[in-house]
């Protein structure tokens, strides 16, 4: 019974581990690009933006 | 399996500095945003503190220089960034008691954080530097308040800890947060100036320039993504520039998972990191945790104020990226979060369950920000430098007096041959002389104006009618030399050609002689003393801590013979 319930465990917690792991890739994949492409004719390149 | 538990701590933490670093420890140099290394960086007067701009980059740069005269730089690179996140692994493990999950937990949870994964990326090395010795200093510092003597590593890891002001400032207060005791207080105060004097020192005689822009309070923290910004300091996130923040952290969902874990974690380990650490131990990390998310938090709450000291009172910029404070959370969110695991496994007497906890624990953060790994897929590439900038920095090999500017005047580039990613102009540290760069930075579209005295000086040089008329202006700002980088976005308002003589073509940079009088810079005798005292004293910490190693070393050799 108990080795049941500890492979029921890690299927639950490997299940909840991959779940986690696919939203963040396709977060990271649909979301706009987090680094914007530079613009390669401005004289004075922005450090950065804050949004 | 008693190696396994032995070593797989570290074994994971050394794996996780080598997956968030992927394409980067390829051969190159990785050039991002602040981040800028060269094969050999020469040692030269500014790097002690002597310019005219406010040395932003003292004393990490003289000890680049010096370590680079001995292991090439682009090694040297590699050995720091991964050297540093293997450290702060290890010492997380430190902080996470015996048992093998829990140390697993405490890696992933230090290392693998939005704040280690943005400061790499915005290129902030010796912040990461300080981030990795801050749990040996904890441990250190608990030492010493037991013992009274400085060791052999304390001297080692608060130099390491203290290569910037807000490096130095953060190192400090955790040292003597855990380690201050009315009987050891000189000493390691005494410790803690040394490692800080350089800078300490240099920011002194640069007061009258030690105001930064007000409008610095864009350096803040940030929301990133849906999450309130508190949940994304809270989470160890929140740094002001956008393009730094993996994707994954602007999405609502993980970065939620994240704070409830977290503070879940810190609910269930509380009691038994206080009965391990002891009270005095856990009340300074919870001080330096709270600190670090109250001055964070303080730059997005009231960018005004915290611009507006920037702008009025010397060293008010030290809290404008207010973001960089949340080292000091790093520690107890770690050991919290390994306290948590540890309870939670302690709930089983099998193995098995408790290897669940562990691998589970010490995988989540990692599904909860996947594209942080391999250098956030790939885009930490090495670049490597054209080739006739070396052919530049020989022809500069016996230099003409002056320092050297550098045009386009502008601060940042984005070249082609690194891969587009932008990064401080590398060419002014790659050849040999001091130098004057423009330190106004573009952020949201505002130019924010530097410190240094010298840069509107040179773009009022540049606006003079005529290339001889440039040349002497130039001249009488102490300048000698003119590079000309060919392949960059110009504008008149940043570049305009220069009389002088030719004394390198290639086919991205020039090199031009001014032939014009130079009003060479001759620093104050009394920055020279101050500055040779304040780097005599940095090194005679780094000498005592080398002492102290050879006396342990021959106290075990001696020890071993006694028993043979």
Known sequence: MQGFLIAFVSVLVGGGLAGATVVGLVDSQTAPPEKSPANVSDPVLEYGTTS | MRFVARYAPAAWALALGLLLLG????????????????PDLALRGDFWGLGTALPRAVPSDAVVAVLDSVVPGMVLQKV???????????GAIRLAGRSTAARLVAVSAYVWTPFVVERLWIGHWPL??????????????????GDGRLGAALPFLLVVGSLSANAGVMSALVLLGVGLTRRGAVRLALAVVAANAPWLVAGVLHLDSAT????????GVNAEGSLPTPLSVLTLGGIWNAEVVPASRTGVVLPLVLAGVLVAAAVAGWPLLRERLGRRTMDALVASWLLGYGLALLSWAAPETVGGLAGHVPGGGLLRDGGRFLALCAPLTAALMAAGAE?????????????????AGALLPLALMPDAAWGGGGDLDPATYP???????AALADPPPGDLVVLPFTSYRAPTWNGGRKVLDPLARYLQRDYVVNDQLAVDGRLISGEDPRVPAVLDALQEPDATSRATAL????????????????SPAYDAPVAGTRIFHGASVDVVRIDAPVALREPPTSWVVALSAAWGAFL?????????VFSLLWSRMRTRRGFQ
């Open chain 2, 212 to 219: 930064s822009s007000a409008a610095g309070g864009v350096f």
């Open chain 2, 387 to 393: 080739d006739d900038w070396a052919a530049a920095r």
């Open chain 2, 343 to 359: 309870r939670l496994a302690g709930r089983w007497r099998e193995l098995a369950p408790k290897v669940v906890v562990g691998v």
């Open chain 2, 23 to 38: 394409p980067a420890l390829g051969p190159g140099y990785l050039l991002t945003y602040d981040m800028v290394w060269v």
């Open chain 2, 128 to 145: 990461l530097l300080c981030w990795a010795v801050l749990p040996w200093l904890v441990v250190e510092a608990a030492r010493f308040r």
């Open chain 2, 540 to 548: 005679l910490l780094l000498l005592g801590g080398t002492w102290n």
């Open chain 2, 475 to 490: 001249g009488r700002l102490g300048i000698g030399i003119v590079a000309r980088e060919t392949d960059v976005p110009t």
């Open chain 2, 80 to 90: 720091v960034l991964l050297g540093a996140l293997a450290l702060g692994g290890l």
